[in-house]
């Protein structure tokens, strides 16, 4: 078991990463639904959330079905952090989260996400200033520095353990990478075997199939993974992960009527939480991701992005199941020699 604070989790817990237009309610429910063991919100403006804009206070809707589930808050100013903490604190989320990762231009340029990489003592106050604001645990997601000639994680963790956080989550890159190149997971290993390390370490970054996820944890010894966008689309790898790492063996890929079933869930919650109109037009993204790997698909994912009820989407998933009924895309292991699978195996 893994224990953050008083928040209980399984063994080795898989984390639904907090991304950008894409970790709404409605995703997270289908994320839940196939394994997800904790989740956290869409990043959240601490400016935004002070001025009360609608679309920050929305990103504090959370639901009893999705728990335990954390709120991410980002920002420069400490007087602002620690305002949206004390906002947060009152919605009753498990746990505070603090980006200091997101690698944007729009983000960075206001001296938030991994701009804060290049000033350790302000990531220090800002922290400290969040801790002291609420009531529930606070944790972290950051990077491994701003860039190669800054990579400062290991101390990171030791200062913002010190004021106060309950587990880290460390992406193997430097914002100088954004999401290029292949994550270094061997720093965050250093982080996870420092005896000064009290506290969970999750690691995150390319992690997109059952292996690595395993290989991953019997490398490099973290505490749990952290999976972003490897589920979009593909919530069901969660379950896939938990089962390999049960078993070594794997689950069957969902059918064509199970990716349809998920896309009618994940629309019937998008129109209930925002409305008809909003609901079907923020669907629209999610189309090809859950429909990777099916020839000739695009007819039908066109329908998809153009259809405004959904009767009318309904009528096309009916359709799509009809037409696909028996076929499996190809699974695909990216990255991997025969004998880094072998090890993966139990």
């Not at 969040?130 to 990077?143: L, N």
């Not at 007819?299 to 096309?316: D, M, S, Y």
Request: proline share 5%; glycine share 6%.
């Amino acid at each position: 078991m893994v224990r953050i604070d008083n928040i209980e989790l399984p063994d080795f817990p898989l984390l639904l990463a907090p991304m950008e237009d894409v970790s709404d309610p409605p995703f997270r429910a289908v994320c839940k639904e196939n394994g997800a063991d904790l989740m956290y919100t869409e990043f959240i403006s601490s400016e935004g959330l002070i001025r009360d804009a609608i679309k920050s206070r929305q990103k504090l809707d959370i639901f009893e079905y999705e728990r335990p589930v954390g709120i991410q808050i980002f920002g420069g100013d400490e007087e602002a952090m620690a305002l949206s903490a004390k906002i947060v604190d009152a919605t009753n989320p498990e746990l505070v989260d603090i980006n200091f990762g997101c690698p944007v231009k729009k983000v960075v340029c206001k001296g938030a996400g991994a701009g804060v990489l290049k000033d350790i003592d302000l990531m220090v106050r800002l922290t400290a200033a969040v801790v002291r604001s609420t009531s529930k645990p606070v944790t972290v997601k950051t990077r491994l520095g701003w860039d190669e000639a800054s990579i400062n994680i290991e101390t990171v963790a030791e200062r913002l353990q010190d004021v106060g956080i309950k587990a880290l989550t460390i992406h193997g890159r430097t914002r100088a990478q954004m999401y290029k190149g292949e994550a270094d997971w061997r720093l965050i290993a250093k982080v996870k075997n420092n005896p000064r390390i009290q506290m969970p370490i999750f690691g995150n970054g390319d992690i997109d199939s059952p292996e690595k996820a395993v290989l991953y944890k019997k490398r490099y010894d973290v505490d749990g993974i952290m999976i972003g966008r490897a589920a979009i689309g593909y919530p069901w790898i969660f379950n896939e992960i938990k089962h390999f790492a049960a078993t070594g063996t794997h689950l069957a890929p969902p059918t064509i009527q199970q990716r349809a079933a998920a896309i009618r869930k994940h629309l019937v919650k998008s129109v209930e939480w925002k409305n008809e109109t909003v609901g079907i037009l923020e669907m629209r993204r999610h189309y090809t991701n859950y429909l990777k790997g099916f020839p000739h698909i695009k007819e039908f994912r066109n329908q998809l992005v153009t259809l405004k009820t959904v009767a009318e989407i309904e009528e096309v998933l009916q359709q799509i199941v009809a037409r696909y009924d028996g076929f499996v895309p190809e699974r695909k292991i990216a990255g991997f020699a025969a004998s880094q699978l072998e090890e993966c195996a139990y």
